[in-house]
């Protein structure tokens, strides 16, 4: 019964979702095949794992300016290289990691793993990555993997509660 639920949880949110992205030329479905978590279905992993980056907010704290314009910049070649944009807390100040840089030290089974057992400061939403299924999380390393241009540089290293940030540029 519970995985009823969640299978038409799914399929609701994903609706709503694809209905407010726009793509109407893209087809994505969640599905379940036989008892694992709910998944994305795209014409393709690479295009599943662009739809959980966008609709996941990854951009959000992983591309420079992202959020702050509505995704109106920067251009998708320049998605997940990291940001020196702080993110202040009791916790002290952190910052979003290039995913490109993540994605090339490590394999897809490492990604994985680490999506699963990761642990890193907030905003980091380790609990709802954790949720997702083995396929979406191959989805998202295959989309990164294939991002062109730079993969641009180290974000900068956190800092402790009361060390004061630099501002971003």
């Given at each position: 019964m519970t995985r009823i639920i969640l299978t038409l949880a799914g399929l609701a949110a994903a609706g709503a979702l694809a209905a407010c992205d726009g793509a109407g030329e893209r087809t994505v479905t969640v599905t379940t095949d036989g008892g694992d978590?709910?998944?994305v279905v795209a014409p393709?992993?690479?295009?599943?794992?662009?739809?959980?980056?966008?609709?996941?907010?990854?951009?959000?704290?992983?591309t420079p300016r992202y959020a702050m314009?509505?995704?109106?910049?920067?251009?998708?070649?320049?998605?997940?290289?990291?940001?020196?944009?702080p993110h202040t807390g009791p916790w002290g100040t952190s910052y979003g990691k290039n995913l490109r840089l993540t994605t090339q030290r490590l394999s897809?089974?490492?990604?994985?793993?680490?999506?699963?057992?990761?642990?890193?400061?907030?905003?980091?939403?380790?609990?709802s990555v954790r949720a997702m299924s083995e396929a979406d999380r191959?989805?998202?390393?295959?989309?990164?993997?294939?991002?062109?241009?730079?993969?641009?540089?180290?974000?900068?290293?956190?800092?402790?509660?009361g060390a004061a940030a630099p501002p971003a540029g």
């Open positions: 978590l709910p998944r393709s992993d690479v295009e599943a794992g662009r739809y959980l980056v966008k609709v996941g907010g990854c951009n959000d704290c992983h314009t509505n995704g109106a910049e920067p251009p998708e070649s320049e998605w997940l290289k990291g940001s020196n944009e897809e089974d490492e990604w994985v793993k680490l999506m699963d057992e990761g642990q890193s400061l907030p905003p980091m939403p380790w609990p191959r989805a998202i390393y295959r989309y990164i993997r294939q991002l062109p241009g730079d993969p641009g540089q180290p974000a900068p290293d956190p800092l402790p509660p």
